[in-house]
C-alpha cells in the first residue's frame, strides 16, 4: 500500500469516529504543519480563521505542552476567548484532543461529535489512528544526490530541458528524480518539494 493509501485509509476510519469534524496537523515545525487535514464544518472553518483563533486555542496550547489524549473538557487550559463555547455554537460540542511526537515535530489532532463526550474506547481508538498518521508522514531525513540535484536546478529556475541537459540526463530521467523527491518530501508539487528540502535543511 502507497503512503498516499495508507494516510486515506487512516483518515477514512477517523472521519468515522469524528461525526462532526476533525483536523490533524502532522509534524509542526516552524509553526506550520507538514501536512494537515480537516473535516469541520466550512462555517467554523471561516469563524476560527477570520477571529485568529489559531494563536488563542487551548487544543493547540494543551498539544504543545503534553502528548496524550483528553476530551476537551478536560483539557485543563484556560479559554479566555470561549473558544471551545463558540466551537459547541457550531455544532463541535464535545471532542477529544491528542498529541504525539516530539516537540520539535509535534501532531496535533482534534475531533468532534455534537450529540455525547466520546467514550475512552473511542479515545483510544482515534489515539492510535493519529499516532500511525504521525508515524507514517515523518519526514526524511535526507534525499538521494540525484534528487538533490534535479530539485537545485528546478530551485534555480530551469525548465526541465535546460536541467536534464545541465545534469546530463534526459528528460525523462529529470522527471523520475522530481517525482521520486516529491513522493519522499510526501510534496504535491516540486515548489512545495523545494521548500520542504529547504525547510528539512536537506538542500
Known amino acids: 500500500m502507497s503512503i498516499k493509501a495508507g494516510i486515506d485509509l487512516e483518515l477514512r476510519k477517523l472521519g468515522l469516529l469524528s461525526p462532526a469534524g476533525y483536523y490533524v496537523g502532522l509534524h509542526i515545525r516552524f509553526a506550520a504543519p507538514l501536512l494537515d487535514y480537516q473535516t469541520y464544518p ?12 489559531a494563536l488563542r486555542d487551548p487544543l493547540l496550547a494543551w498539544g504543545f505542552g ?58 483510544s481508538s482515534i489515539h492510535d489512528i493519529v499516532l500511525r498518521l504521525h508515524d507514517t508522514t515523518e519526514p526524511p531525513d535526507s534525499l538521494t544526490k540525484a534528487q538533490i ?17 545541465k545534469l546530463g540526463i534526459s528528460e525523462s530521467a529529470l522527471k523520475a528524480r522530481l517525482t521520486a523527491a516529491r513522493q519522499k518530501l510526501m510534496a504535491r508539487t516540486t515548489a512545495e518539494a523545494i521548500q520542504r528540502a529547504k525547510d528539512y535543511r536537506l538542500m
Open 149 to 165: 540535484e534535479a530539485l537545485s536546478c528546478i530551485a534555480a529556475g530551469d525548465r526541465h530541458t535546460a536541467a536534464a541537459a
Open 42 to 53: 466550512q462555517e467554523w472553518k471561516d469563524r476560527y480563521t477570520e477571529q485568529a483563533y
Open 66 to 123: 503534553v502528548t496524550g489524549s483528553a476530551r476537551w473538557s478536560e483539557l485543563g487550559i484556560p479559554d479566555p476567548f470561549g473558544i471551545l463555547e463558540d466551537a459547541a455554537r457550531h455544532g463541535l460540542s464535545f471532542g477529544v484532543a491528542v498529541s504525539c511526537g516530539e516537540i520539535k515535530s509535534r501532531t496535533i489532532a482534534g475531533c468532534a461529535r455534537s450529540d455525547r463526550e466520546f467514550t475512552d474506547d473511542e479515545i
